[in-house]
């Protein structure tokens, strides 16, 4: 047999901290009992892939940690080599935010990171695109349907006119009419519509359907001095649906035209605004894809790039350890603020941050949302966080930055987009097929058996940092050159290639009329 296949059959665990009292298996699809790793201890049961195992004895009542963290107590006494499943873990507290500390640890600056580029589309504004899209916002449901009819037409007739143009999306999503627009909360979504619509991969072409009786008015919608932009269904001077579709086509092709003008060129990485989620995350995640995602964050950070990683019930958590990373006393009262926020937002339908864990993630190998956070926050890397934003606030700064969004795949890549996000890098250990049309997505699997079962949705396999082939470091590295390839339009990410991509979803915790 060879070496390295033997080496990798061999029974392997890994523990992260020397606190820690668990260790995650890591041989595909498991350990059966007797299985006897290098250090003497002995498996009493089976263990999946991904789950935990007891190092030690640990007593009833005594925290279990991983990480160098507690994640939880034992209900009841846990022995060496025993499985460390949910049912054996009570949920500990989570972290009162009136006692934290901040910015009592904030990283030094990172050393600068020089002469790395992409090649993008520069707009007016000075900011840069990966793509080149014409993006059709609207301002209420109603006209979805004639969206899209359009839209078809559009690709159909006019895209093929204009071959500089990647493509054109609708923004489509459902609000805009019953609802309370003037609530306290309805800053969220319009927010986030107004500030899609000037996304850098969209090239500042604004175009806006409405109906034309909406709460939502589509000026909203239009930046001041943008003249033109609109086409309202309800406009008596259209005579039936053709002439409507028609408007919209003559509306399109006038932006397709100067779209059509833009022209890839060399850029520092600098100009990248680059966002960082996680999906059908596993034990695995904290473990392989979100250390080299962190390592690749650093790395954009110290090349000057717009770096931004999201999800509330995904860090709140593991918040102790984002607040004494701080710049400013500023920016860890907002991270504060936004975690207050959403534990109120919850609290008001009934729920808590327990909820955030799917079946999914248990069975993956993560007992509970205080596991999961502490994998899910080391995507955001070792340096200072130097900025908070609101959902679907725009993003003015460069650095690394907390983009509070529900960790709602869909809800999350929406607010990003509206952050200015022009590339996602998203990790996932169980496998999704989520895309979105308006920015590459480059998906990283947690574990080499999924990026070989899913080779063609799968853009780069961190797993081979928990077999020991790659380190953090030599996978971070081949993730950043990745991360500057698909920027440039060298390399298309899978979502791209098969055109699958999710729709955009707004977040709106208003209430609906």
Same mark, same amino acid.
């Given at each position: ?37 290098? %250090? ?11 789950? *935990? ?6 007593? =009833? ?51 600068? &990171? ?13 900011? @840069? ?8 916002? %609207? ?10 009819? !359009? ?9 093929? *006119? ?45 175009? @806006? ?47 397709? *035209? ?75 009262? !907002? ?18 941050? %327990? ?7 248990? *069975?993956?190998? &993560? ?25 679907? =606030? ?89 991360? &500057?390839?698909?920027? %440039? ?16 979803? &707004? ?7």
């Amino acid at each position: 047999m060879d070496q390295d296949v033997a080496a990798k059959e061999q029974p392997r665990y890994i523990k992260l901290n020397e606190r820690d009292n668990v260790a995650i298996v890591v041989n595909d699809f498991g350990l059966p009992a007797g299985a006897r790793f290098a %250090s003497g201890l002995t498996l009493r049961a089976f263990v999946p892939q991904g789950h *935990k195992t007891a190092l030690v004895d640990v007593a =009833e009542g005594e925290p279990i940690i991983r990480y160098g963290e507690i994640i939880g107590y034992a209900l009841k006494p846990i022995l060496a080599g025993e499985w460390v499943d949910e049912a054996r873990i009570r949920m500990p507290e989570a972290p009162a935010l009136d006692k934290l500390e901040i910015s009592t640890a904030v990283p030094a600056p990172l050393p600068p &990171l020089e002469g790395f580029t992409f090649e993008g589309y520069r707009n007016p504004d000075g900011s @840069v695109g990966t793509k080149n899209i014409l993006g059709i916002s %609207s301002s209420v449901q109603c006209v979805k349907g004639t969206m899209e009819y !359009a839209v078809k037409r559009i690709r159909a007739e006019l895209l093929p *006119k204009y071959p500089n143009v990647d493509d054109v999306v609708p923004l489509t999503h459902a609000y805009g009419c019953g609802v309370a627009i003037s609530a306290p909360d309805a800053v969220v979504p319009i927010r986030t519509l107004q500030n899609l619509a000037l996304n850098p991969n969209f090239g500042g072409e604004i175009l @806006v359907v409405g109906l034309g009786c909406e709460k939502l008015a589509p000026e909203r919608l239009v930046p001041e001095g943008v003249n033109d932009a609109i086409v309202r269904m309800q406009d008596e001077a259209f005579d039936g649906f053709g002439a409507i579709v028609e408007a919209i086509m003559t509306q399109a092709e006038a932006r397709l *035209k100067v779209l059509n003008t833009r022209k890839r060129e060399t850029c520092p990485a600098s100009d990248l605004v680059i966002g960082l989620q996680c999906g059908g995350s596993d034990a695995f995640s904290g473990v392989t894809a979100n250390p080299a995602v962190g390592f690749a964050a650093d790395l954009l950070v110290r090349a000057g790039a717009t770096v931004m990683f999201s999800e509330v019930t995904e860090v709140r958590d593991a918040i102790q350890l984002l607040t004494r990373r701080a710049i400013n006393e500023d920016v860890g009262r !907002a991270l504060v603020r936004e975690m207050a926020w959403y534990d109120s937002y919850l609290a008001r339908g009934g729920a808590d941050r %327990s909820a955030n864990t799917t079946p999914g993630n248990k *069975k993956g190998g &993560l007992a509970n949302i205080v596991e999961k956070s502490l994998g899910s926050i080391v995507k955001s890397g070792s340096s200072a966080i130097a900025g908070v934003l609101s959902p679907g =606030e725009k993003a003015t700064q460069k650095g690394m930055l907390f983009a509070a969004t529900p960790a709602s795949d869909f809800i999350c890549g929406t607010l990003q987009l509206a952050s200015g996000m022009t590339l996602q890098v998203f990790t996932t250990g169980r496998g999704t097929p989520y895309g979105l049309a308006a920015a590459p997505v480059i998906k990283v699997a947690t574990r080499s058996e999924l990026a070989r079962r899913w080779k063609d949705l799968i853009d780069f396999d961190a797993g081979k940092i928990a077999t020991g082939e790659k380190t953090i470091e030599e996978t971070g590295w081949d993730l950043f050159r990745l991360i &500057l390839d698909v920027a %440039s339009g060298r390399t298309k990410p899978w979502s791209d290639r098969w055109g699958i991509h999710n729709d955009l979803t &707004l977040f709106n915790p208003a209430p609906v009329t």
